[in-house]
Every structure is written in C-alpha cells, then in structure tokens.
C-alpha cells in the first residue's frame, strides 16, 4: 500500500511539473483534471477549470476541426489524434495551442480522453517571420537578376538618346522625340532602382547636399508625374542646414511620395513638399529610442487627398501592403522610402486624416560638412579627355559599344574587351601605358574585381571605374570604394562618365 502511494505521489509530481498541458476529459468536452502548468500557459489556475467544457474556450472558427478530431479519438480508443487550435487566454487573447488526444476505455462510470497540449503561438510565429524574410531574399534575388539586364539595355537606350540628341540641329523636331525616349529610359531606370533599393542591393553614393536644391530641381519632374489636376507648392526654408544622402535614392523618395499623393488626390488638390530646421524636442527623443537626437532637416510632404483610416496608417510601411487595384500598385513604395530615409540616419512619420489629408515627415540629421561639389547633369560641351588610354571591359555587346562610343567621343583611346581575359591580353600587349580601366564588375570568367586586382599587381597606380547595375555583396567586400578607383552606376549618362573619368584621372596627377 505504501509503495502504490508512493507510486502515485511521484506520477503526480511529474504531471505537476511537466511543461506541457495535461488534461483529461469526458466524451462532453468537461474537464476533469488539469495540470498545474495551465496556469502559467493560459493564466488559469487548474481548479477554475474543472467542470467547465473545453469547447468554450476553443475559437469559433476552429471548433468543426476540433470536434472532428475529438470524435474520432472517442470513436477509436487508445488511437492518438492531433489538432491545432487557438485557446483562450485568460486575459482574452487567443493562444495557438498543438494537442494530441487519445481516448481511454471505459474504466468505471465515465470514459475519458488524455490530452497533451503545447503552447505553439511563438514559434508559428517565427516561422511565419521566416517565410517571409525567405520570400523577401527570393525576391531581393529576382530583382537583383532582372536589374543587371535590365539596367545594360537602358545603358543603350540613354547612351543613343543622348547621342542621337547631340547630333541633332536645335531646331529639329524630332528633337522631342528624342527626348521622350530619354524621359521614358529615366523613368524606367528608376524603376529598376526602386527593386534594387528595396532587395538592398544597391551602391550608395551619400553626398552632402542642400534638400532645398534637390527639392527645386525636382520639381519639373514631379509636376509632370502629378499631371494638371493637382498644384504643387514648395516652401522651402533658406539658409537650411546641410544633410548627407544618395541623390538618386532621394529623388526615389520624392517620386513615391509624390505619385502616392496623387493617387491619392483623383479630382485634383494640392501637394506642397516643405523643408526646415528643426531641433527634435527631447520628449520626442525619449519616445523615439531609434532617433539620434541633435539638429534635423525636417522634409514634409502634404497632400489633401482621401487620407488613411489608422488600420491602414499602421500597415503602410509593410513590403507589398496596398490598398490599390492588381497592376495600379506593388505596396513597394513606402517601405522604399522608409528604407532609404533610414539608411541615411533619419526616420518617417506619417499623420493623416480621412478626408482630409495625409502629411509625410522626414527628419535627416543635419550634417556640417562642406557640399559636395556636383555638376553633375550639365553635358560635356567638348571633348575633355586629351588622348588618354583607356581599357574597357564589358562582356555584353551593346553596352560596351556604347560605352566606348561615349568615351571616344569625350576624347579618350579605348581599348575594348568582351571579357576579363581578354583585357588581360590587351593589357600585356599594349606597349603604351594604359591609364584608366573601366570595367563591368559581374562577368563570368575573371570579374571586374580581379581583373583590377591581377593588373594593379602589375601597375598600382592604375585608375579604375567600375561599373555595374547591381552590387552583389562580393563587390562590396572587394572594397570598390577604396581611393583610385570608384564606382559608376549603370544605365550612366555621358555627363556622369565624363564627370566620373575626369574625377579619376585627375586624382594625384595634380
Ligand atoms: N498620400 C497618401 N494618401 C492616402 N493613402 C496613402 C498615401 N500614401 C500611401 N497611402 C496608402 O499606403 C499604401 C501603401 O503605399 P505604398 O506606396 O507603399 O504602395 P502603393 O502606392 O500601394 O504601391 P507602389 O508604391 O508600390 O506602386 C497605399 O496603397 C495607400 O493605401
Ligand atoms: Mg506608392
């Protein structure tokens, strides 16, 4: 007798103790015993529930498969049936349980069934989080791929448009065609950028500029994106501080900004794009841990458009969240100049009013350094170059014949190669000094990288400008961003060649 006590005192210590949830109850559903562990779990103590019916507890939508399982364990003892089922906590939330159950035969007055339940609701939310990070990287990858031929035929059509237009009297009408063709090869390189900011897998290149100057040469190109419906004001605070950013990456931000207002403002309104100075309270700071606190540059774009419910205002940030017909949006938008504006320091708020209107904010910490000098889009007027070597390595076709047609142009030689060895080859035998290699970074063979590599063993002094549509990320642990070598970001435009081979060849050579 003494030792079947014991028995028993030490099964009961061990249900007691157990982790999981055990319960045992009769063929109605009632609870007839619960483990302690209940009360940890689900914040019940163990005898409250004693009596009651576990259906109760179960959510609505997730009772017919229950009840389907509950009647197959009684319908079949000693089988094991599992389920997976929200429970209802307690405090009222509901709690994602996983349960075997398996029936007993009929031992005196009542049969029962034993359950064995786990509390899963963190891990299926894990998991969830990491289905989606995997479908973010496929994505990110996708994009990344399509970007790299996409990016070699906009090289084409904006290095042609151009040429095209040089060629061209003033007062040529196809002039405009021209330029039609230019515009549509912008609109759809950023396009391109806006895959590739969101996949990350673009190159930065953060200048100190004044916001003032990028909002008013902008604002040519947003009004066309608004159309005639909507007017566009600017208010923009003189003497504002200096911040550091991408100016591509910006004008990004500014577009989706400002094509979400419009398709916000179908019968037209107004969207007024505002820049100050503004010190962060430190209220807001202690709210906001993310924030770095010290002096910002406070962008605000306002539209009087449909405005967000607060459902929808919580969400907008999400990857792929819209509100929009299949094709009118991709939900990318947001979460593009979320992560931009982040990448750069700062950070975005949103206030908005059904009906009223919504209002973006972007804070970016304002910066002391000096502007970073860029001419960028005025084109060559005349040959700049003075007869300097240069070896060109691009393995596809269009772009590297473009690409040299540009170069020649700006007055340099070009050596061309389709691919890494070749350039090596060339490189050996040239007799006269070779002062500046551009090169594609992602081709099969010897890559860009250690095609520079292998001749900077041989010449280290040698300039090089590479170039791509995309980074992998084995371009950037090959530190292109060292001194003597930079980076052009692929479709280029005359202007930003000339400007980025002038910058090269005229480093340390006085
Ligand atoms: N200015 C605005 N006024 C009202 N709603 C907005 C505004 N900006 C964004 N939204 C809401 O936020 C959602 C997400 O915007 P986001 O720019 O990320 O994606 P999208 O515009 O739907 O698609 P995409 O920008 O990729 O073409 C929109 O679908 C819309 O519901
Ligand atoms: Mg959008």
Redesign the pocket.
Known sequence: MEQLDRRETRFRSLIEHASDLIAAINTEGLIRFQSPSVERALGYLPGELLGRNVFEFIHPEDLPQVRLAFRGAVSEPYATVSVEYRFRHSKGSWRLLQSTGRALPADGDERLMVLNSRDVTEQKGLEAQLRQAQKMEAVGQLAGGVAHDFNNLLSVICGHSELLEMSLPPDEQSRESVAEIAWAAERAALLTR?LLAFSHQQVLEPQVLDLNTVVAAAEKMLRRIIGEGIRLITSLQPNLSRVRIDPGQLDQVLL??A???R???PRGGCLSFGTCNIELPSVYIEAHPEVRPGPCVLLT?T?T????SPE??A?????F????AVG??????????QGIVEQSGGHVE?D?FPGV??T?KLYLPAVEEALTTASQDVPAERPRGSGERVLLAEDEESVRLTTSFLLRRLGYRVLEASSGEEALRLAEASREKIELLITDVVMPGINGCQLADSLRSRDPGLKVLFQSGYTAEAVLHHGIMETESTFLRKPFTLAALDKKVRELLDQGSG
Request: include cysteine; charged fraction near 10%.
């Open positions: 806006q989706n900004l094509i979400n207002a398709d916000a403002m774009v539209d458009g449909c405005g967000m929808v205002q969400r907008i940030f999400e990857p969240f819209t509100t929009k009118q949006g991709t939900g990318l938008g947001l979460s593009v100049v949103v908005s209107g919504t973006f």
